[in-house]
């Protein structure tokens, strides 16, 4: 069976679980939290030398790294990734559009808000996380005003990966409600049977 | 014919100009600098709303965002991208973590001590820039210490997208002969016929 090892409260990791979920394939899930050093084992490091969250370990013991790599290898060959051509080619667009200009910004606001506790202790950093974060949701916003998803034809592997964090950015203090085109596109991919969110945590207290 | 709004100087343009004379593909470049402006215009924000080059205009007028969408794009059918199947995701892996873990701090580096000449200016930057360049030349090291190119079969897209500020990483002060089998890669890629380097800079003097 398929090994995911993830942290569950991860966008990332999220993501080829999600994947796995909606194409009816079963996995196994370690819990790894790379807060706890879990992923800086020899052990771990061996299988991503870059030491982080998620890994997919195949059932002949073929190892993946990068989610969005993840989400195009399980996709293949299905509705969730156009066959080549210019709208699989919209698609990778997205996908690497999220890795370099919304991850960084709208998972690691969250991330040193919510699960760090570091508003005040990483101030500055968070206000670029905010312009840029706010820049990245106002692209989704201007495609998604005239599109239901983000590449025509359907929801793809592209509106996997750009729900993964978006639909918790509020918990990096985004307000999607300046968005109305992206709130409307994360309850449509709610709506999706197979669908489900990130679970809410427990707000820790800011440092 | 296929227009490339670019900056010569970008390794992120050069890599679709460079797939596109690998393929045989004729093109033309419109000199695009983000730092006079050239990106703010409301012409170029129509095409891209992130502002970024590079920007590429196919014969139908359709455009492309994103370097490394424009590499799979163009390479789809070819040798540089193998066909779906374990390959081809190993070649996404490296893709998404060149926009990710290596042009983030390699390519700004360059950026901030090269062309910008802002060495002391930005030093608290270029320490993590340096920490986390080198550690992504660590895991170029490591795949090539074992293996000719980074995914097995030859040559692919993803050599050619970690070419681009590897072979210039020296400009952002990171030193090739402390991970000499990426330096031997170099070579080996610049040995390919049709590969061209990017142009050496004047320097300028650091504020």
């Known amino acids: 069976m398929i090994t995911i090892h993830g942290m569950t409260m991860s966008g990332n990791c999220w993501k080829p679980a999600q994947m796995l979920r909606l194409l009816g394939i079963p996995y196994h899930w370690i819990e790894t939290d790379p807060n706890l050093g879990d992923t800086r084992t020899p052990e771990y490091l061996a299988m991503n030398p870059q030491g982080e969250v998620p890994v997919l370990v195949l059932d ?17 060959g299905t509705t969730w990734l156009p066959k080549p051509g210019l709208a699989r080619t919209r698609v990778m667009q997205w996908l690497f559009w999220e890795q ?3 991850e960084p910004y709208i998972a690691v606001a969250r991330n040193l808000i919510t699960y760090r506790g570091q508003k ?22 201007q495609r998604l005003a005239v599109a239901k998803f983000l590449v025509e034809g359907g929801p793809s592997v592209a509106d996997l990966a750009l729900f993964a964090y978006t639909h918790v950015a509020d918990e990096g203090e985004f307000d999607l409600s300046l968005y109305p085109a992206v709130a409307a596109w994360v309850e449509r991919m709610a709506a999706i049977p197979g669908i489900t969110r990130l679970p809410r945590p427990d707000r820790v207290t800011s440092a």
Chains 1, 2 share one sequence.
């Open 60 to 76: 002949d013991g073929v190892v993946l790294t990068q989610s969005n790599a993840m989400l195009c290898h399980f996709a293949e």
């Open 100 to 102: 370099y200009s919304h």
């Open 120 to 141: 005040q202790a990483q101030a500055e950093r968070l206000r670029l996380c905010a312009e840029r974060g706010n820049k990245a949701l106002g692209v989704m916003q």
